[in-house]
């Protein structure tokens, strides 16, 4: 007579150990995304993981800090520390990872996991109960039926808890920066500039950068895992264009820089997001560069601010599920961008300057300057203000050059110029001025027309600075 063995649960302890390793590097924020995922002291399997979890919860609801000396401490106060294998065993699970970019990886492992064990556990005690032939069939069904409502509820709550306000060091304790001053996690980046002015050259040697936590431009990066996207390249010239970059850069070979060549390949965020998703979280993908993105517009109206709202919708769903921060490529708009705002010159809806929480232009200069030089322009949500700067390309590269003036933008229709900016910024006064008052002082001062003044006040602009609605000359 042959023995069955009963088959062991579906379950991962790396991935229980990887989360509680997040929980302990920041244990606010990691918690409160676990909560609102559906995660509890339950969804873990191993019982020592279910202990450890469950402490860590009760410190954060007693605003207490979640740090490896306090969980020691409180579990040895319920007589559980030996349990979980005493300090040695925290101390080891405290050092599993060095970053919470991936938790939310991790608290989706540890979250299907558990709703698969759910499944089954409920699967075998419907089994039994249909082989009970004393119970009404009728009760049986319904309870059948009970058991599966209760088992699409675990873990698929769709928004999260309403917060109260949290303790100011948990919320002062920010992620780490993927590059330095202008891009977090879950933050979504806009790279535009006009036609043919090396987009995803410039994105390539961005993800190359973030991807080995070398320099970009002068901002320093912290090493994170890059997901490409190449929508638009052949996948043999795609590849070439790695190859260029990463040897002008002077890097080995990185084998964690993935590309998922999707050329040609009808790919949509309204039918693919998911798909997207998981492949991202199975690398443990810290950022997704998607270029073009006018490739991801489908029937959208690039003009219209409902539908693009809708596309980056997507985008933000995507953030907000891998932790990801997510890149793009944007196309300037026809005409002279040099007569616009930095953060207008991106071409259809404003969707585009107000969604991003970097907004990176690239803009033409003069040839006066050097052939193929741009002005860069940063606009962000919450870090501090970027001065305007000039790069240069140094084929495949483009390469920071302080010796360029960001503020010669290259003019299509320009004729000779009468004035030059830097005179109407050197005529604001030391009190500051506003724009209908700096228009009359040009006349007076430069005999500028007022129409005139309009077409070299963007420029102007970008050599002072706005403080309290007036204009100041910036300091040398």
């Not at 299509?412 to 900016?421: Q, S, V």
């Amino acid at each position: 007579m042959s023995t069955t063995l009963p088959r062991e649960l579906p379950h991962s302890l790396e991935a229980e150990e990887h989360l509680l390793s997040c929980i302990f590097i920041d244990g606010a924020d990691t918690l409160n995304r676990a909560a609102a995922a559906g995660i509890a002291s339950v969804s873990f399997y191993d019982p020592k993981h279910v202990v450890i979890f469950d402490c860590c919860s009760s410190l954060l609801k007693k605003g207490l800090p979640v740090e490896l000396s306090v969980v020691a401490e409180e579990l040895k106060a319920r007589s559980q520390l030996d349990a979980v294998g005493g300090y040695p065993f925290l101390a080891q699970v405290s050092s599993r990872i060095p970053t919470t970019a991936q938790a939310n990886y991790f608290i989706e492992q540890v979250r299907s996991l558990a709703m698969r064990r759910s499944a089954i556990r409920a699967s075998e005690a419907m089994a039994e109960d249909a082989r009970d032939l004393s119970a009404d069939i009728a009760a049986t069904l319904a309870t059948a039926e009970d058991r599966f409502r209760r088992l699409g509820k675990v873990g698929g709550r769709r928004f999260p808890e309403i917060e109260t306000e949290p303790e100011e060091r948990d919320v002062l304790a920010s992620p780490f920066p993927i590059v330095a001053g202008l891009l977090e996690p879950g933050d979504k980046m806009s790279l535009s500039s006009g036609s043919k002015s090396f987009k995803t050259w410039s994105l390539i040697q961005l993800a190359y950068a973030i991807n080995t936590g070398t320099s970009w431009l002068g901002f320093e990066t912290t090493k994170t895992r890059v997901l490409f996207l190449n929508f638009e390249i052949k996948p043999i010239n795609f590849w070439k264009r790695v190859f260029r970059v990463r040897r002008a850069l002077g890097l080995d070979k990185s084998a964690d820089f993935a590309v998922w060549n999707l050329r040609g390949r009808g790919f949509s965020m309204d039918n693919d997001a998911e798909e997207l998703i998981k492949r991202a979280l199975k690398i443990q993908a810290g950022v997704i560069v998607l270029d073009p993105i006018y490739k991801l517009f489908g029937d959208r109206n690039e003009s219209s601010a409902g539908d693009m709202a809708t596309l980056m919708a997507l985008f933000d769903r995507v953030a907000t599920e891998t932790g990801a921060a997510i890149v793009y490529a944007h196309h300037f708009a026809k005409g002279n961008a040099s007569a616009k705002d930095s953060i207008d010159r991106s071409s259809g809806s404003g969707v585009f300057s107000r969604d991003p929480d970097c907004l990176v232009s690239m803009t033409r200069l003069s040839e006066q300057e050097a052939d193929n030089s741009f002005a860069v322009d940063v606009t962000l949500r919450e870090f501090a203000p970027v001065d305007r700067f000039a790069v240069r390309r140094e084929h495949p590269l483009m390469v920071r050059d302080d010796s360029l003036n960001p503020a010669n933008l290259h003019d299509p229709g320009a004729k000779a110029r009468k004035y030059d900016p830097a005179q109407l910024a050197a005529i604001i006064p030391a009190e500051g001025i506003r724009v209908s008052a700096w228009k009359s002082r040009a006349k007076e001062k430069l005999g500028m027309a007022g129409s005139t003044f309009y077409d070299y006040a963007p420029q102007a602009k970008a050599l002072a600075q706005m403080k309290g609605g007036l204009w100041f000359q910036k300091a040398s």
